[in-house]
């Protein structure tokens, strides 16, 4: 398996614009969590989502952030507009607790930049 | 909400030599990771390990979920091994749902 993608691995965007980040989980995973990782707040969880549903949100600063999960092979984090306080890395993950072990696979990251 | 606290924050080592990696919890879980996340970003889960033990080559995981703390060993650490550590316990009654901790930050030495 590749492995849980993100793109794109970087983004630079100006404040006001909107970003799309996109995820795709590994195969047969039915959770899929977004963290967004800032030295200040460390790492923290977003929102995630289990058979494409999300099951919590509460995590997502304002209403600026939205997540879709329209298939099980694919997830997007939209900020819209983006303001300079956005900038952080945004990693997606995914697990398969039905197997018995609930451990996450991280994808490699997104790292934004508002200017 | 649970606290999660990792130590020590920091730790410098020469290659070769051992260390352990400590996290403690406020309240019981049955949900613990520990991460390494590398110098180029990238998050490795090393273990789940919600109690008892477990190996794997170098690295080693101890978690006594009764008295609220896990271990990570590492031992004849390489500079390879160097980059923080995390670990993430579950919160909010979701098994699948973590919060990390801050991290312990390793440099291994040539």
């Given at each position: 398996d590749a492995g849980v993608i993100q793109s794109p691995r970087h983004e630079v965007t100006e404040m006001g614009q909107e970003v799309t980040l996109r995820c795709k989980p590994i195969s047969g995973h039915d959770y899929l969590f977004w963290y967004r990782q800032t030295m200040m707040r460390g790492l923290e969880l977003l929102i995630y989502f289990n058979n494409n549903v999300p099951i919590d949100d509460s995590g997502m600063p304002e209403d600026r952030f939205s997540a879709k999960m329209p298939n099980a092979s694919f997830s997007t984090l939209k900020i819209?507009?983006?303001?300079?306080?956005?900038?952080a890395v945004y990693f997606c993950a995914s697990s398969d607790p039905g197997t018995g072990d609930y451990g996450y696979t991280f994808g490699s990251g997104t790292r934004l930049t508002v200017v | 909400g649970i606290q999660v606290e990792q130590s020590p924050p920091d730790l410098i080592l020469q290659e070769g030599a051992n260390s352990t990696l400590r996290c403690n919890f406020s309240d019981s879980v049955n949900n613990l990771q520990w991460f390494h996340q590398n110098p180029w970003g990238q998050l490795i889960n090393l273990f789940y390990i919600p109690s008892g033990t477990k190996q794997n080559g170098r690295l080693s995981a101890t978690t006594v979920a009764t008295e609220r703390y896990s271990l990570l060993y590492i031992s004849?650490?390489?500079?390879?091994?160097?980059g923080v550590y995390f670990c993430a316990v579950n919160y909010g009654?979701?098994?699948n749902k973590l919060i990390f901790g801050t991290g312990t930050l390793l440099a291994v030495q040539p």
């Amino acid at each position: 398996d590749a492995g849980v993608i993100q793109s794109p691995r970087h983004e630079v965007t100006e404040m006001g614009q909107e970003v799309t980040l996109r995820c795709k989980p590994i195969s047969g995973h039915d959770y899929l969590f977004w963290y967004r990782q800032t030295m200040m707040r460390g790492l923290e969880l977003l929102i995630y989502f289990n058979n494409n549903v999300p099951i919590d949100d509460s995590g997502m600063p304002e209403d600026r952030f939205s997540a879709k999960m329209p298939n099980a092979s694919f997830s997007t984090l939209k900020i819209q507009p983006s303001e300079p306080r956005d900038s952080a890395v945004y990693f997606c993950a995914s697990s398969d607790p039905g197997t018995g072990d609930y451990g996450y696979t991280f994808g490699s990251g997104t790292r934004l930049t508002v200017v | 909400g649970i606290q999660v606290e990792q130590s020590p924050p920091d730790l410098i080592l020469q290659e070769g030599a051992n260390s352990t990696l400590r996290c403690n919890f406020s309240d019981s879980v049955n949900n613990l990771q520990w991460f390494h996340q590398n110098p180029w970003g990238q998050l490795i889960n090393l273990f789940y390990i919600p109690s008892g033990t477990k190996q794997n080559g170098r690295l080693s995981a101890t978690t006594v979920a009764t008295e609220r703390y896990s271990l990570l060993y590492i031992s004849s650490s390489q500079t390879t091994d160097s980059g923080v550590y995390f670990c993430a316990v579950n919160y909010g009654g979701a098994t699948n749902k973590l919060i990390f901790g801050t991290g312990t930050l390793l440099a291994v030495q040539p």
